[in-house]
């Protein structure tokens, strides 16, 4: 039996036979490093709770261990206790928690929940781009952090356009649509091999200068002398 096979299985033999009387937990399974989120379990009248966090789990009886989790790596925001706990997830890795309910301080009942903290999230930021003239294309250059590959939705705020498959970063990009007028570009979503991002990046300009309209060099006809 592997090392996860062996620390799940005692997860569920501490686990299941206190669970009868705690509502259940819940929780994001996958957090980026550096995010925060909430944990919650279903109040009932009469119990209260604690909540502790766990790194390192090999050989670990959750029933009688208290969490060991270096602070450093994950921690309260605020309270341990209640119904709902806020936690900062600073370094990647797996992770577990515990919330203990006790009622009047004769009746404990514990439920563990696991939680995987992965890399930065993904990001991007678009170069601002030189002036261009109308009819030519906007090529904008990008930039993306997390794990590739990627994909990207650029938007002009009325027109979505998808890039699948980057692999590189920075890399260059061609907007489809031939901007007619000075536009404004930015990404509404990134998504690298981790998760998504939906939180905008910030906005560029992309410049179009207009070509100049022909007109005679002279407002009239020179005249030719016979």
Request: hydrophobic residues 40%.
């Amino acid at each position: 039996m592997n090392l996860t096979k062996h620390i799940l299985l005692r997860l569920l033999l501490v686990a299941i036979p206190l669970l009868l009387a705690l509502a259940p937990a819940t929780a994001q399974n996958i957090v980026y490093a550096g995010q925060t989120n909430d944990l919650k379990v279903v109040e009932i009248p009469g119990d209260t709770y604690v909540w502790e966090l766990y790194k390192d789990v090999e050989g670990v009886n959750f029933a009688t261990v208290p969490g060991n989790c270096p602070v450093g790596e994950a921690y309260f925001t605020g309270i341990s206790t209640g119904d709902s706990v806020n936690v900062m997830w600073t370094t990647p890795g797996i992770y577990f928690f515990k919330v203990t309910a006790y009622r009047a301080n004769c009746t404990m009942n514990i439920k563990i929940g696991k939680m995987t903290v992965i890399g930065e999230m993904p990001l991007a930021v678009i170069d601002p781009p030189p002036p261009i003239c109308v009819g030519d294309s906007a090529r904008l250059t990008v930039s993306v952090s997390g794990t590739g590959p990627w994909s990207i939705i650029l938007t002009d705020g009325v027109n979505d356009f998808v890039f699948d498959g980057i692999i590189t970063t920075p890399f260059n990009l061609t907007v489809p649509m031939i901007p007619r007028i000075t536009t404004t570009y930015w990404i509404r979503e990134v998504t690298d091999a981790n998760g998504i991002h939906t939180t905008p990046s910030a906005p560029v300009v992309q410049v179009v200068n207009q070509k100049p309209v022909n007109s005679r060099i002279y407002q009239y006809e020179p005249v030719v002398k016979k």
